[in-house]
């Protein structure tokens, strides 16, 4: 049987996820990829964290070119997180003629037009499915069944923390500072979680989203963004009163005259709307299309083994392409 070999760099909480989905799920992956699938080198510094899997210390590396330069390595899997040195990898990656899979939003949005230059000069792909809503399929299906539509709009939950709450504040009526304590508590936000409510990540994401629905790319710095900081609960009485409900909103809009609107920002949204029911740390993007209508995508939008099954689903798209 063929085998796929592939170096993954980075083996935190998202790279532990993808390399135990492997695991897991070996007889399908293999099945589906007709060829058999191993991590065999990884880029990490911190070989000795307490793992819940198994990983022979001989596949560790400290030296990414070990990978680049490696002829027999076929996919690199950039789990790094961060813009840099993580753009710089997956560029040199590109360039070595490796396909890449990446679940990285900020290296993505930050970097799109030089990554995506670098796939086409290298005659590889890039894929990101696992860089919006974790393990939720938006990415493919927006690009793929999806694609004979001219899409209109798009809303987004995209980050689990704010929405997460926002969902607590609303349903328990507790303050902001309380709830983010205890999203901190279940870890579902960062000791430093200003890059979710400020709506940092979020605007990432929709910059993908934009580059990929509107072909119009805008980097995440000038998207117009602001978090959920200072909401209080009056503010979400009040639109409870209006059967309303406060949501951290990734917006994008094409206007009747061609031009695209977009921005993040806690919004109102009617109690009847499908994104009213998004709850705790649930994503969900709902698109409008110019044939298919309405489409809302639902799901975990975070979490090592979500993240880890969108991440191998690309690798799987990437193999049974090259059939």
Do not use: W
């Not at 690199?76 to 997956?90: D, K, Q, R, Y």
Request: proline share 4%; charged share 25%; with cysteine.
């Amino acid at each position: 049987m063929k085998e796929i070999k592939i170096g993954l760099l980075g083996l935190g909480n998202i790279g532990t996820g993808t390399y135990k989905v492997l695991e897991m799920n070996r007889d399908e992956i293999e099945a589906s990829a007709g060829a058999a699938v191993n991590i065999v080198k990884i880029l990490e510094k911190d070989i000795d964290r307490e793992r819940d899997i198994d990983v022979p210390r001989e596949k560790f590396v400290s030296d990414p070119q070990d990978i680049f330069a490696d002829p027999e390595i076929d996919i690199v899997i950039e789990l790094l997180g961060g813009i840099e040195p993580a753009s710089t990898m997956i560029e040199q990656a590109l360039r070595s003629g490796k396909h890449v899979v990446t679940a990285n939003k900020a290296a993505v949005a930050a970097s799109y037009h030089r990554l995506m230059e670098a796939a086409e000069e290298g005659g590889v792909q890039l894929r990101f499915e696992a860089s919006v809503g974790g393990g939720i399929p938006v990415l493919t299906a927006l690009t793929g069944c999806l694609r004979a539509n001219k899409f209109n709009r798009v809303l987004g939950i995209v980050n689990g923390t704010t929405n997460y709450i926002l969902d607590k504040m609303t349903s328990e009526g507790l303050p902001y500072e309380e709830v983010l304590k205890d999203a901190q508590a279940k870890g579902f936000a960062e000791a430093d979680p200003t890059a979710d409510v400020e709506g940092i990540d979020a605007a990432n994401k929709l910059s993908i989203l934009m580059a990929l629905m509107f072909d119009h790319y805008v980097h995440p710095k000038d998207i117009p963004t602001k978090g959920i900081t200072e909401i209080t609960a009056s503010d979400i009485e009040d639109a409870r009163a209006k059967n309303q409900l406060i949501k951290l909103i990734a917006y994008a809009e094409r206007m009747e005259d061609g031009t695209i609107k977009y921005e993040v920002r806690p919004m109102r949204i009617i109690d009847t709307h499908p994104l009213s029911g998004v709850h705790r740390e649930y994503n969900a993007v709902f698109v409008e299309g110019n044939v298919v209508g309405n489409l809302m995508f639902y799901g975990p939008g975070a979490g090592p083994l979500p993240t880890g099954s969108a991440v191998m689903g690309d690798v799987l798209e990437i193999i049974r392409s090259q059939a």
